[in-house]
């Protein structure tokens, strides 16, 4: 069974556009992880946040935010204001305590910004 | 001031001529993963190292065995590479001590098979 679901295939936007994508996990787990990373044209999958299951607070870090719903089994991300640099694949991952902490990708979004 | 790095990064192999696909690590973090990632396809976790423990995913084919002979250094190798094994190949390092911790991987070793 899919345990993390990325709905959007792909998403295309204009520069200065803000995009969301979308995460949708599921685990029996009561401690766990939720991960993402970004996969630029270069192949080096880059970290961007972890968040635990404890910790429901949302973050801002830059143009970059994550709302983590519990109660939705969520754990979107936004970019504000999108460069073409932003382009890249995006995977969303989780990590349970059940399956030794080992990460379960989603199928990933493909972000393209056009200038 | 690459930490994890992987060589080469493309590879071309004919049907069932071994390969081996290197990856180093200058973190000295006690755990190294190899991931595969088919085209448009998440990575899947093939097998780890904690330290000189193996472990094998249950889904992994015989055909994909590793090595790791010291904590900086770890080999995939692909004994008979058949037309579904191109794929990219990613290496990824942790500390162990700390559970759930954050990945860090190399830029892969693009596998082709011809």
């Known amino acids: 069974a899919q345990k993390v679901t990325q709905a959007q295939t792909e998403i295309s936007v204009v520069e200065k556009e803000d995009v969301t994508l979308d995460c949708v996990y599921e685990?029996?787990?009561?401690?766990?992880?939720l991960f993402w990373y970004k996969q630029p044209p270069s192949g080096e999958l880059v970290f961007l946040i972890r968040r635990n299951s404890f910790d429901e607070q949302n973050e801002i870090s830059g143009r970059y935010s994550w709302n983590f719903q519990k109660s939705t089994s969520s754990f979107n991300f936004t970019i504000t204001a999108s460069q073409v640099v932003d382009s890249a694949v995006y995977f969303c991952?989780?990590?349970?305590?059940?399956?030794?902490?080992?990460?379960?990708f989603g199928a990933g979004t493909t972000v393209t910004v056009r200038a | 001031d690459a930490m994890v790095i992987q060589n080469p990064r493309y590879q071309v192999t004919q049907f069932g001529k071994p390969v081996t696909l290197s990856c180093s690590q200058t973190l000295n973090h006690n755990v190294m993963y190899w991931y595969q990632q088919k085209s448009s396809q998440a990575p899947k976790l093939l097998f780890h190292y904690y330290d000189k423990d193996f472990n094998n995913e249950a889904d992994t084919p015989d055909n994909f065995q590793s090595r790791r002979p010291n904590t900086s250094f770890c080999f995939l190798d692909i004994r008979s590479p058949g037309l579904g094994d191109a794929a990219m190949y990613l290496c990824?390092?942790?500390?162990?001590?700390?559970?759930?911790?954050?990945?860090?991987f190399g830029a892969g070793s693009r596998l082709t098979v011809l």
């Open positions: 990824a390092t942790s500390d162990g001590t700390l559970r759930a911790n954050v990945l860090t």
């Open positions: 991952a989780l990590s349970e305590a059940l399956n030794d902490y080992k990460l379960s």
């Open positions: 685990t029996r787990d009561t401690t766990y992880y």
